[in-house]
């Protein structure tokens, strides 16, 4: 699918993969619009070449208003990228629900309300493409990603559902499933990270993956091989080969 002129809308575009991703689209003609909370960072990315409607994902009245107005200054939608993500280090010897909520608030129901949105313009126009962005880390379990990993194999469940859900509607969707990227969210972390790339190399990965379609995108390749073996390793090896961060 050629880029230019299509109509997008890049949900969770403040920083990191997001922003870099909506720079690159933009950068191949693509008409894009911008949303997060941080209405300063949007700003700062768009210029005037952007439309800018901050929300919330955890909001659905925010995500509605922010629809509205996309909706408006673009004329419609062709792609819809859903990439509002949360992340944070847990531990099962101190299991904390709050934290497991936030992530499900914000990964999990997040996309949900933007779906909520989104989803009946694309049916009844009978066309679209849907992005979701996942991560690798819903390949198996992790330790120290109770909460992130949980939401992420969530949303490779939910959007391979509306895969086959919305095939007779017209309405593409696709799967997002990066390995570490330099990004706020990772910059804290003290545990290794092999393979990791930068956020406009993801952009470009993600960018091109959109434009041939493909079902799944997964990089670096490395690490899409390696967490692509692991989910046929047997259980009890993959918990023996574990260790706890």
Known sequence: MEPRGRRTWVVGASSGIGAALAAELAGRGARVA???????????????RMT???ADVTDLESLRKATAVVTEALGGL???VLNAGYWKQMSAASFDVDEF???????????????????????????????????????????????????????INLL???????????????????????????????????FMISAETA????????????????????????MKVARVVPNRLWTLAMKPR
């Open 203 to 226: 952009a470009e990965k993600i960018a091109d993956g959109i434009e041939s379609g493909s079902p799944e995108i997964v990089f670096p390749w490395q690490m899409a091989a390696l």
């Open 78 to 80: 062709d792609v819809v």
């Open 34 to 48: 911008v949303s997060a909370r941080r209405e300063g960072a949007l700003r700062e990315l768009a210029g005037d």
């Open 101 to 155: 909520r936030r992530h499900v608030e914000v990964n999990l129901l997040g996309m949900a309300n933007a779906l909520t949105c989104v989803l009946p313009l694309l049916r009844a126009q009978g066309s679209g493409t849907v992005v979701g962005v996942a991560s690798v880390a819903g390949y198996r379990g992790l330790p120290g990603a109770e909460g992130y990993g949980a939401t992420k194999a969530a949303q």
């Open 52 to 54: 800018v409607a901050p």
């Open 160 to 194: 391979e559902s509306l895969r086959v859900g919305l095939r007779r509607d017209g309405v593409s969707v696709q799967t997002v499933c990066p390995g570490f990227v330099k990004t706020e969210m990772t910059e804290h972390n003290e545990f290794p990270m092999p």
